[in-house]
């Protein structure tokens, strides 16, 4: 009766690391996706923004024009992947307004990935960092900030194909100094091969847009062929 009973906890054991090995190389094909579909480079929505504007729709419906360069970067005290991101004020990238970086991991079950953005203690310290490695690779959780409640889970759906997933409801907070109040953002992601859409809409407590189109169209920004590597 031992033996059989030694016998039966080994098989659930094993049993048991061959589900975990197998959710292991469900996650990291997905992180590999995630790398392979984020082309290192700038993306815009501005196909998307001439069309709102040739369309003559309501102001408050035109998507703003965005400018975002993504590069994936090694940070030796973050795991999963690493992406260095960077937002301009227009077309000419010369003027930095936002810096970061964006984090994939996997989540159990190997159906989903969590995407995490951390922002620089000192951004302007940060700016372009992606051309200095050396400097990422010094990184440590003291130089950035984040809040776990702003996380999106990115669920894999092979029929599209993309990765797409909400913010939790009423679970990121952003202060508005301007107003003395604090916002809430209600956000979505979707990844796709060389896209990368997002909401990005901020409301008060009533409700009411504070930051953001109207439309609940994602602003859907694409790859360009400005390789960020040679600038």
Sequence with gaps: MKILLA???????????????????AGERLLNRVSDWMAPGYYDNMSQVTRDLEAGIDDDLVHRPMYQMFVPVDVPKLNGRIFFQQ????????????????????????????????????????????????????????????????DFVLTYDDSVPEFRGPIGE???????????????????????????WFLGRYVDAEGNIMWGTESDELNKLVYTDRDPIYE
């Design 7 to 25: 016998k039966g906890l080994a098989l659930a054991l094993a049993m048991g690391s061959a589900h975990a090995f197998a959710e292991d190389d």
């Design 87 to 150: 937002a301009y004020l227009d077309s000419d990238l010369s003027a930095v307004i936002r810096v970061g970086l964006m984090q994939f991991t996997p989540e159990p079950g190997g159906q989903a990935v969590r995407l995490r953005e951390y922002q620089f203690a000192s951004e302007e310290a940060f700016h372009n960092a992606y051309q200095t490695p050396e400097k990422l690779a010094q990184i440590t959780t003291d130089d950035l900030t984040w809040d776990e409640g702003c």
């Design 170 to 196: 009423n679970s990121c907070f952003l202060p508005f100094d301007m107003f003395e109040m604090e916002l809430v953002a209600e956000d979505e992601v979707v990844i796709r091969p060389g896209e990368f």
